[in-house]
């Protein structure tokens, strides 16, 4: 794998000269194949009891997949951003019950941006959840002390580190928290997923797990449209797949004489069910695509494809599950295995109305003559 491009997003580097939607096919499969050999309906399903599924993680660990994009220098795989996003869509295509998008994609960048040491396992994020009151104050020592709560904390349960962007002192810092110092409330995501509540009674964090990055004004906001971009990635390979799982069912199941796929009204809901895939796809690769550049400067990208992928969220799985009937309300089969976790993914790293407030937000900004371009550029 080749070595990570500097990070453009701190310092505003420009996009590569080859093609900027092109990543390695040979990563592609590796990573298809890796997914789609780990990743089968008995190990989803036992996920569920679990907690997470442990086989698949250790294939993931093993193959240095958990750390793509990240330097190796400070210990990560390489890689660009555009090929963690790639991965990171097709482990949402085979509904991957690991925490690839927190370890990689954001905790362990945060981490590296603030000088911090990557650990060996599973890293977890404090994704700022409606509701969440976390305050820090600093001591002499440059230990930190952390007083509140925060929700839904992804695999914070299996985690070897839970990383937090928060100001302390008017200054902002990431904390590299240890999971056996907080008191963790057992919660799931409508997947099944722990979605733990952490709180932190008074937590010392000392100084040489508290780093601050090069770029402390603009951190939070980024460490924010990364994590947003990750759940965009998941969702994106999930719509996917699901219309794949729908397509196939109905080209099996026959329904006087022929396949149920050949009535005209199902084939409406396979039609729209393809089209929302896509289009949550496009979008999708083309804020990964952006943000690979500059990560501030694909705000508007992330923000249109975040509100894309909410929405087709909704409307995908109300096709799918019409076209599949009572089958695809069924344990036995997988729709659900897709269907719940776009449902959960939708109210995670994202307020009520967030997204498409930005994106309104941008809009009105650029006015009549800067609408156009902000759309197209």
């Not at 794949?244 to 199941?253: H, W």
């Not at 992928?309 to 897709?338: F, K, N, S």
């Amino acid at each position: 794998m080749t070595a990570s491009d500097t990070d453009a997003e701190t310092t505003g580097g420009t996009d590569r000269d080859t093609d900027r939607f092109a990543v390695d096919p040979l990563l592609v499969d590796a990573a298809t194949n890796l997914f789609a050999s780990t990743c089968d309906f008995d190990t989803v399903q036992a996920a569920e009891g679990a907690g997470w599924a442990r086989s698949v993680w250790d294939a993931v660990a093993g193959a240095g997949f958990d750390r793509i994009g990240l330097p190796e220098a400070a210990g990560g795989s390489g890689g660009t951003l555009q090929d963690a996003a790639e991965v990171l869509r097709i482990a949402g295509a085979h509904a991957a019950p690991i925490p690839w998008a927190e370890t990689g994609l954001v905790g362990g960048w945060a981490l590296v941006e603030a000088g911090l040491a990557l650990p060996d396992g599973p890293i977890t994020v404090v994704s700022g959840a409606p509701g969440d009151a976390l305050a820090g104050r600093g001591e002499d020592d440059g230990s930190i002390v952390l007083s509140g709560h925060a929700g839904r904390v992804a695999w914070a349960d299996r985690a070897d580190v839970i990383v937090a962007v928060l100001a302390v002192d008017g200054e902002t810092v990431v904390a590299a928290i240890d999971p056996a110092t907080v008191r963790l409330e057992p919660m799931t995501n409508l997947a099944g997923e722990p979605r733990p509540t952490v709180h932190l009674d008074g937590v010392t964090v000392p100084a040489t797990a508290v780093g601050r990055p090069a770029d402390p004004a603009t951190m939070a906001e980024r460490f924010r449209l990364r994590g947003t971009r990750g759940r965009v990635m998941l969702m994106a390979g999930a719509l996917g797949a699901m219309s794949e799982l729908t397509v196939r069912y109905t080209d099996d199941r026959q329904q006087f004489g022929r396949p149920v796929g050949r009535f005209q009204a199902v084939q409406q809901h396979l039609v729209w069910g393809a089209q929302d895939a896509a289009i949550a796809t496009v979008t999708a690769r083309v804020a990964a695509a952006q943000a690979s550049g500059h990560l501030l400067g694909a705000r508007f990208e992330i923000a249109a494809a975040r509100s894309v992928a909410d929405e087709c969220a909704t409307t995908a799985t109300r096709w799918a599950h019409q076209a599949h009937g009572a089958m695809g309300m069924t344990q036995e089969y997988a729709l659900h295995h897709l269907s719940r976790r776009l449902w959960a993914w939708r109210h995670e790293w994202s307020g009520p109305g967030e997204w498409p407030g930005v994106v309104g937000a941008m809009a009105d900004a650029a006015g009549p003559d800067g609408l156009y371009p902000l759309i197209t550029s």
